[in-house]
């Protein structure tokens, strides 16, 4: 999803887009709600003020990950934004990035490759897509922890050739960073994962721990995190563990996060901001860097979900 998820006619089925979640459910809704919506991606257009679909479940599952309820639109978010709430365990996410020399014309390949998934990739649920601020590649997506070994085997650069070919043709430069990650929480104007991003600014970040991951968190949520957050437009944020098999990290792993922004320049000022402050003297100190370090931020130009592939309890 993010960087390619299949760029090759060998590459097909169906297309996986969705969120992420959390633990609350939406009192008296009936799980019919959702067995009636079909297999279509939403997108922003889909949830303006005046027409918020519908797609609830009874499911504290499905309802936790990505129900329109727990949407906000960022004109009506808090002015300073604090506290967090539990994301429910079972979904991983992966942060997948690299070089290209043309995003543009590297997108037609990926979004044709979102609607042709197959195997463990076409559990896929939601899919962001990102414009880095350097050009380049920045993909998250978000799938049930079940298929991590397969979809860890796809991203595989030395096994699948898809990899390899896409550097002979051109469509894939530098190096391939990977970060797998379980969500512990959220952060944002109302409960739940981040809206549907389109047009929005987004920063990915991972970093090595020095102390307990708790310990980080309680950081990540202090006062002066929020007044950092909102002074650069962080409406929604998702905090989480990093995983083998990510870029970098060891089995120690590492904490990683996703903010999304009010707009693509406030990601840039903020990636601009964070880069020196995480990497400096006063950089917080339960984090490491020497034992991983991840770091990306841009715009987003698709944030695709797919309900009929939100998992149910």
């Known amino acids: 999803m993010f960087v390619i998820a299949q760029t090759a006619p060998a590459l097909s089925a169906r297309r996986t887009q969705a969120p992420l979640r959390s633990k609350r459910s939406p009192a008296a809704r009936s799980a019919r709600s959702l067995q009636q919506i079909r297999a279509q991606k939403i997108d922003n257009d889909d949830f303006s003020d005046s027409r918020r679909a ?54 037609k390949i990926y979004d044709g490759a979102m609607e042709n998934l197959t195997g463990d990739m076409a559990s896929i649920f939601r899919a962001v897509c990102a414009k880095g601020a350097d050009g380049g590649v920045n993909v998250v997506i978000v799938f049930p922890s079940e298929y991590t070994k397969g979809i860890q085997a796809f991203y595989d650069q030395k096994k699948n050739p898809l990899w390899e070919g896409g550097r002979k043709d051109g469509w894939l430069t530098g190096d391939f960073q990977q970060v797998y990650f ?41 006062p002066e ?44 000022e903020f990636g601009k901001f964070a880069a020196a402050f995480l990497t400096g003297p006063d950089a917080p100190p339960s984090l490491d860097i020497s034992k991983g370090f991840y770091f990306n931020y841009g715009g987003i130009v698709a944030d695709d979900i797919y309900p009929d592939k939100i998992p149910k309890a």
Request: aromatic share 10%; with cysteine.
């Open 54 to 107: 519908v797609l609830l479940s009874g499911t504290a599952l499905a309802a936790n990950l990505c129900m329109p309820e727990f949407w906000m639109p960022p004109a009506n978010a808090k002015k300073i934004i604090s506290g967090s709430n539990p994301a429910a365990p079972g979904v991983t996410c992966a942060f997948l990035s690299h070089g290209t020399p043309d995003f543009d014309a590297w997108y």
């Open 182 to 222: 379980t969500p512990t929480a959220f952060r944002g104007a109302v409960e739940g994962p981040p809206p549907p991003g389109k047009g929005n600014g987004v920063t990915l970040c991972a970093s090595g721990l020095s102390a307990p991951y708790d310990e980080w968190f309680a950081e990540f949520t202090s």
């Open 225 to 268: 995190s929020d007044q950092i957050h909102d002074k650069y437009g962080v409406i929604a944020s998702v905090a989480g563990k990093v995983q083998p098999g990510s870029t970098g990290f060891g089995k120690t792993g590492g904490a990683a996060m996703y903010h999304q922004h009010k707009t693509p320049k406030q990601a840039t």
